[in-house]
T-cell receptor
Framework: AQSVTQLDSQVPVFEEAPVELRCNYS??????LFWYVQYPNQGLQLLLK??????LVKGINGFEAEFNKSQTSFHLRKPSVHISDTAEYFC????????????FGQGTRLTINP | KAGVTQTPRYLIKTRGQQVTLSCSPI?????VSWYQQTPGQGLQFLFE???????NKGNFPGRFSGRQFSNSRSEMNVSTLELGDSALYLC???????????FGDGTRLSIL
């Protein structure tokens, strides 16, 4: 079984500042890793995914994440945030055999202050 | 290209009733998964259907069931509703294994 821990429930940052949202996972098998964003009253939108290959993954809206197998982490970063990035961010994991069964972290609420 | 469509968007029911939620996947997607989102438990996997067969199942009671039709559309049914079933129910579709899931905007179910 897999589990995901998002280390911060809330992250406030100023506009144009950099941000890092932390995610650690636990699994006894190989995994796929994902970051999703949820805006109010909407579903989840895929930001980026790690399936295999390069450990640095680039996604939409200027976000990127780095897969670190030794530290079982998949932290999400953006060098300069915008007001429109205010949302809830979810890290998720699935094993490579049951890739449609996502296990999510509890989410990190990112608040951008002007 | 149309996204994942869930109907209805909002639903109010009373305890003991049953409810059916509908999900139309993205065209060409054969896998449909369902998730429950609550403030206390977060996002939890309910089940996944592929080519009309349940392929994965989460840890929910038997009151929660689903099915998938030949056109890949899926329905989820909850019987004997309880107050704790109040949640946002999200549907996601994908082409197949190792393909990322695309989510709909969800159905918000409120139990009175």
């Amino acid at each position: 079984a897999q589990s995901v821990t998002q280390l911060d429930s809330q992250v406030p940052v100023f506009e144009e500042a950099p941000v890092e949202l932390r995610c650690n996972y636990s699994s006894s098998v190989s995994v796929y890793l994902f970051w999703y964003v949820q805006y109010p009253n909407q579903g989840l939108q895929l930001l980026l995914k790690y399936l295999s290959g390069s450990t640095l993954v680039k996604g939409i809206n200027g976000f990127e994440a780095e897969f670190n197998k030794s530290q079982t982490s998949f932290h999400l970063r953006k060098p300069s945030v915008h007001i429109s990035d205010t949302a809830e961010y979810f890290c998720a994991v699935s094993d490579v055999w049951g890739a449609q069964k996502l296990v999510f972290g509890q989410g990190t609420r990112l608040t951008i202050n002007p | 290209k149309a996204g994942v469509t869930q109907t209805p968007r909002y639903l109010i029911k009373t305890r003991g009733q049953q409810v059916t939620l509908s999900c139309s996947p993205i065209s060409g997607h054969r896998s449909v998964s369902w998730y429950q989102q609550t403030p206390g438990q977060g996002l939890q996997f309910l089940f996944e259907y592929f080519s009309e067969t349940q392929r994965n199942k989460g840890n929910f009671p038997g009151r929660f069931s689903g099915r998938q039709f030949s056109n890949s559309r899926s329905e989820m049914n909850v019987s004997t509703l309880e107050l704790g079933d109040s949640a946002l129910y999200l549907c996601a579709s994908s082409r197949d294994v190792d393909q990322p899931q695309h989510f709909g905007d969800g159905t918000r179910l409120s139990i009175l």
